[in-house]
Nanobody, 122 residues
């Protein structure tokens, strides 16, 4: 069993900052890409940022220069530092990770966290 547990969401005023964390636990052999997605009410889930196991990153244009994704491979944890938050950043943020487990043979699939609400007031 693999679990992704997120923390760090909340309510913040426009211009403020929040830091999200997501820790993967369980029978993990390796963690590949880790990322954050978000889904605003009435909209489709969209990619916010992704980081490879080697540290390469990619961001949605809407968050470039404001958000920073990082990871601690020893802790199987990914972070999202969000600065200069805007009301349009309001959404449920989901952690995603591509994880390999070994149950007799290796199996690789993506896992999702339960989501954490981020609300930015104007």
């Amino acid at each position: 069993q693999v679990q992704l547990v997120e923390s760090g969401g909340g309510l913040v005023q426009a211009g403020g900052s929040l830091r999200l964390s997501c820790a993967a636990s369980g029978n993990i052999f390796s963690v590949n890409h880790m990322g954050w997605y978000r889904q605003a009410t009435g909209k489709q889930r969209e990619l916010v940022a992704v980081i490879t196991s080697g540290g390469s990153t990619n961001y949605a244009d809407s968050v470039k220069d404001r958000f920073t994704i990082s990871r601690d491979n020893a802790k199987n944890t990914v972070y999202l530092q969000m600065n200069s938050l805007k009301p349009e950043d309001t959404a449920v943020y989901y952690c995603n990770a591509i994880i390999t487990v070994v149950i007799i043979t290796p199996h690789t699939r993506d896992y999702w966290g339960q989501g954490t609400q981020v609300t930015v007031s104007s």
